[in-house]
């Protein structure tokens, strides 16, 4: 799956990263305050895998093609 569609401007792009690093700032400060420094940073990593594994598995509806499929 395209992390950037083709009709997405320098702007709206921009805006996409900023907003998926605050939100695993976020993520990373949340799991480091309920588990620990050490565990917060294991909770994190499987969390964020975990995110990252089902953006490439769920098809996308404009393909209408597995996202596990490597382009």
Same mark, same amino acid.
């Given at each position: @799956?395209?992390?950037?569609? *083709?009709?997405?401007? #320098?702007?709206? *792009? $921009? $805006?996409?990263?900023?907003? /998926?690093?605050?939100?695993? =700032? @976020?993520?990373?400060? =949340?799991?480091?305050?309920? =588990? $620990? ?15 990252? #594994?089902?953006?490439?598995l769920v098809?996308?509806?404009? /393909?209408?093609?597995? $996202?596990?499929?490597? *382009?």
């Amino acid at each position: @799956m395209a992390y950037f569609s *083709r009709n997405q401007d #320098g702007i709206e *792009r $921009g $805006g996409k990263i900023v907003a /998926d690093l605050l939100c695993a =700032f @976020m993520l990373a400060a =949340f799991s480091i305050v309920f =588990f $620990g420094v050490l565990g917060g940073v294991v909770a994190f990593a499987i969390l964020e895998a975990a995110l990252i #594994g089902i953006d490439y598995l769920v098809p996308n509806a404009a /393909d209408e093609a597995s $996202g596990a499929v490597v *382009r």
